[in-house]
């Protein structure tokens, strides 16, 4: 599956040259051009990766860095002509990932775009993972216990997985959503509540009983 990128640039020019660099290197492109509906087209785009100007019309890249943070670990390029110790700092503070100033080497910004994805999104895990003699099966989407097994969805392996990575520690609901987010699932709290119960059910159908717990005002833990 190609990795998508989003464009938060300005100068047509410039923007034209990046979809251009990027789609012949494999990659699925989409620039913004309405910078004051730029979160809304990230959510709607679910993108890998974010390049993001600094100096916008009415915005600018800082303010929408910032916004991003708030639900999104997804890697951000900062590109920009503004070459200040101060900018870059600012852009490292707010989550930013990568700075670049114009005119950029393209393969420099190639070889930082690429690091940042394979950090970002690990072509390999493991192909089962437990905890406490319950094991979950990521490539035929199955947990087991005992010699019984249930069959999962896409959502609720994504969410069990989370749990299991994270086992013995508090998850918040808000850590999930983001996780599944970041994944290209979209769920928002009410559908988290809704999985949550169908993975109960599936857990106690094959002798899982009280396997996740709910920690009152803080989240679920294994």
Not at 16 to 38: D, I, M, P, W
Not at 71 to 95: A, C
Not at 183 to 195: E, P, R, T
Request: include cysteine; charged fraction near 25%; glycine fraction near 6%.
């Amino acid at each position: 599956m190609k990795k998508k990128i989003l464009l938060i640039e300005d100068d047509f020019t410039i923007q034209t040259q990046l979809k251009t660099l990027l789609a012949g290197n494999g990659y699925e492109v989409f620039a913004v051009t309405n910078f004051s509906r730029a979160i809304g087209q990230i959510k709607d785009f679910l993108p890998h990766l974010v390049i993001l100007d600094i100096k916008l019309p009415g915005s600018n890249g800082f303010e929408i860095c910032s916004q991003i943070r708030t639900f999104s670990d997804i890697p951000i390029v900062f590109v920009t002509s503004s070459n200040t110790e101060m900018d870059e700092l600012n852009s490292i503070m707010l989550g930013g990932d990568a700075f670049i100033t114009k005119p950029y080497n393209t393969a420099i910004l190639l070889a930082k775009i690429g690091a940042l994805l394979k950090r970002a999104y690990p072509a390999s895990q493991p192909e089962m993972i437990s905890w406490n003699e319950a094991a979950l099966h990521l490539e035929s989407s199955m947990i087991e216990y005992k010699g019984q097994k249930a069959e999962l969805t896409k959502n609720e392996l994504k969410i069990l997985y989370y749990l299991f990575r994270n086992a013995g520690k508090i998850c918040s609901r808000n850590d999930i959503v983001d996780f599944l987010w970041d994944n290209q699932l979209y769920v928002d709290d009410n559908a988290l509540s809704v999985n949550m119960t169908r993975i109960r059910d599936k857990l106690e159908a094959i002798g899982l009983t009280g396997f996740i717990k709910t920690k009152h005002r803080q989240g679920y833990t294994l």
